[in-house]
């Protein structure tokens, strides 16, 4: 069974830096997009960073600058790095990915979410 596990959200004051890591694990064949998404009380999910396997990145134009995403395809595990951080990145952060598992057909799968909170 394919399960993604999060961790490194927390409580951290404005313009401080938080990394996240989602590690895939499981009978995996191949792990192809992985990307993080946020969800603030009252709103709707949104993208956050998307990287592709071959490492092509996309920023939510609110995170550009500040945010970086990353993999380590051999760890079948992607990376936020969050630096000045804000307020309104207050958020559950959820990792996404798209995986071929050993059997079965390639499918996407959510992580359990991180929060991340941002406050003095």
């Known amino acids: 069974q394919v399960q993604l596990v999060e961790s490194g959200g927390g409580l951290v004051q404005p313009g401080g830096s938080l990394r996240l890591s989602c590690a895939a694990s499981?009978?995996?064949?191949?792990?192809?997009?992985m990307a993080w998404y946020r969800q603030a009380p009252g709103k709707q999910r949104e993208l956050v960073a998307r990287?592709?396997?071959?490492?092509?990145?996309n920023y939510a134009e609110s995170v550009k600058g500040r945010f970086t995403i990353s993999r380590d395809n051999a760890k079948n595990t992607v990376y936020l790095q969050m630096n000045n951080l804000k307020a309104e990145d207050t958020a559950i952060y959820y990792c996404?990915?798209?995986?071929?598992?050993?059997?079965?057909?390639?499918?996407?799968?959510w992580g359990q979410g991180t929060q991340v909170t941002v406050a003095s």
């Open positions: 996404y990915a798209v995986i071929n598992p050993r059997q079965g057909p390639v499918n996407y799968y």
């Open positions: 499981g009978s995996i064949f191949a792990v192809y997009d």
């Open positions: 990287i592709t396997r071959s490492e092509t990145q």
